[in-house]
């Protein structure tokens, strides 16, 4: 079940449900700074972004028009694209070791790709829908809709461990895009327009980042173009965030 966020955004001081007295609150949502705006391409579904090296990598979804491409994040161009067997819808994206591992959505493939010329490097397997996917120094994290997040093996994607994610006690479903963050990971939650940050330890969220301006600003009419997409420039310490079919892609920068 989805907890009503926006409940929470409107009620810093709402109280722990009755279900479950001992948990803390729920932390209070904060709305991120707007540093800067670039363009994004309006005709991409975003399911995935992630920032590697000089640019932007982006998985791009729908039928007969997914693929993965690099992006110059000034004119936001495509430098060069990939594209996904027609028949497959491409899902979240994640970066390991010099290669990139891109998920789909019903087929459980995940095709590998070289980092810098997005060569194919083959497929793996799993089990379950792909949604989002990140990576920390050992797993890659994927997300498929529901409340849980699987750690796999980046070899093979064989199913190291699994962790819930709670919101004030309550499983938190519907976890989209994923990026890891100092060890944390943020994850959009579908048709909702906030950001969660999660312990990938415990699943529990300790931080609810508030996109609702942002959402105002690009103002889409297309029910289907949510935020979705979280990318991190470790070495810059830059946090991009962007949405289906968006045409701006926002740097921000969350208070302390």
Known sequence: MILSLALLAGSAAATPPQAAPAVARPPAPVVPV??????????????????????????????????????????????????????????????????????????GIAHRWASSTLKPLGTLRYAGEGWGLTSDATSLIRSDGSARLTFHDPATM???????????????????????????????????????????????VTRVIDLRPIVAEIGARDPEAVANGIAWDAK?????????????????????
């Open 34 to 107: 707007v540093v800067r705006r670039f363009p994004h391409d309006p005709e991409a579904f975003t399911e995935g972004l992630i920032w590697d090296r000089d640019a932007l990598v982006e998985s791009v979804g729908l039928e007969g028009r997914s693929d993965v491409r690099r992006v110059d994040l000034a004119s936001g161009k495509v430098r060069l694209r990939r594209t996904i067997p027609a028949a497959q819808f491409g899902e979240g994206l994640a970066a390991w070791k010099g290669t990139l591992v891109s998920l789909t959505w019903h087929d």
């Open 158 to 204: 064989k199913v190291r461990r699994t962790v819930t994610v709670t919101f004030g006690g309550r499983p938190l479903d519907q976890l989209n895009e994923l990026e890891m963050v100092d060890g944390a990971i943020l994850a959009n939650v579908w048709h909702q327009p906030f950001i969660v940050r999660i312990d990938p330890a415990t699943g529990i």
């Open 236 to 256: 810059a310490r830059r946090l991009f965030v962007t949405g289906k079919r968006w045409q701006t892609l926002f740097e921000i920068r969350l208070p302390r």
